[in-house]
């Protein structure tokens, strides 16, 4: 019976998808009993539902090459979730997911180079509304910033969920990813004071970076500076202004060779008013 099943989504996968690279992903949490799970892809009705290891298996073994063939099974077996365990599927990209007729948001596994070798599969955030890919990390918040003065004697290190060599992997074939940074201030500079450079941010290498969200790369410019508009016209991001009025800069990094920010550099907090906070977004990636 299982056979039969395979035989039409390998027949489909064919057409589809030809002689391309393998590629695999496993398909995400969720949440149905599996034993209830008996929305079978058309044309293929078991006499008995299939159980979940045995799903599990065929799906992880059989198929996981067979990508776009398993657009209306898997989308539809894939509910099994936490209780079948993962469903393997072949996706590089959550765009990848949402051809595939996937329409749930939520966490879903990719494996660039294929099931079974190479280097594991790893977990990110797709809008299947939009098909964009998300890669989260332990900085979406505002972090305070208090205590360190002297410029660059700051230093947050971003921690991504998944290893830089797979974001940087699955950035490799987006058109556009983008990261959202901001920095609220008080008495606090983010880049500079005269010719003192406080703070930047650095790339997925660690590059130091000399300009921020909504500037353009090198600029040493805030967002305010390249829009002239500045809380004072003489500095080129509010913050740098310098002044005992809350302040923000913030705006969108889009420089794809250079994302994601890797470590948040700041100074000039050392004074008991002074203070800041850093926010920043996940990253977000296009593809076609
Ligand atoms: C799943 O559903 C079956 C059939 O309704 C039931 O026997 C079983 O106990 C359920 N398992 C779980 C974990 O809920
Ligand atoms: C899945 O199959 C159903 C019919 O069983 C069809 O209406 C639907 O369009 C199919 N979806 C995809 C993504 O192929
Ligand atoms: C941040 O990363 C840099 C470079 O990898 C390392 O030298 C430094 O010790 C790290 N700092 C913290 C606070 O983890
Ligand atoms: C800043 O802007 C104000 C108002 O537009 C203007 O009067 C002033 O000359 C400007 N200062 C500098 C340094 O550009």
Known sequence: M?????????????????????????????MVNCTQVVNYPAGFSPQAPLGCTELKQQIAEEVAQQLESLANASAKIGRCGTTCGPIRHSFRNCQEIKKAGFTENGLYYLDLDGPGHGRPPFEVNCDLATGTTAFTH???????????????SYVYNVSYEVPMHDIRAVMATAHKCEQWIQYKCYSAVLMKSSSTRYGWWASWDGRPQHYWGGAHPGSDQCACGAAG????????????????????????????????????????????????????????????
């Not at 900085?139 to 660059?152: I, L, M, Q």
């Open 2 to 30: 299982a056979s039969v099943f395979f035989l039409l989504l390998a027949a489909a996968a064919s057409v589809a998808h030809g002689t391309d690279t393998p590629v695999s992903a496993l398909a995400s949490p969720a």
């Open 138 to 152: 332990d900085s979406s918040r505002d972090v305070v910033v208090k205590g360190k003065e002297s410029p660059g």
């Open 229 to 288: 508009n500045c809380a004072n016209n003489a500095t080129t991001c509010n913050c740098d202004n310098n002044d005992a009025v809350w302040r923000v800069d913030n705006g969108m990094l889009r420089d794809i060779a250079a994302l994601p920010v890797s470590a948040i550099v700041l100074g000039d907090t050392g004074d008991k008013a002074e203070i800041g906070y850093h926010y920043l977004s996940k990253l977000t990636c296009w593809h076609r």
